[in-house]
């Protein structure tokens, strides 16, 4: 569990920590900014960051997939900036690509 709750001068958090189960950043109300991959976070407690950008949220079920619990409570969720969007966006995790190619003979 890591508690960064009431970090008053906390504007963006870029996480990974793949065995964390629960985050909270309650009274975090600078914080607009937020990248967490967390495959093992359970719990994300975000209550009173009145100025979270919406589009920060978008990637919690697939960079965070054992959320069970998601704690909005008084967050405005305020709309961002097209730059914030983007920055928001720009965070999302990269899909992995993989090539796998057959080395069996063909028969002739």
Known sequence: ALDLGI???????????????????????????????????EHLDTTFCSKLCPYCLIAIPTTCPSITDLSLAYCTLNTCTDHQQQEAINMLPQPRLTARTSLTPTPQ
């Open 7 to 41: 970090c008053r001068k906390l504007e963006e958090l870029h996480l990974e920590a793949p065995s964390l189960s629960s985050l909270k950043l309650c009274g975090c109300g600078f914080l607009y900014r937020l990248s967490v991959i967390c495959p093992m976070l």
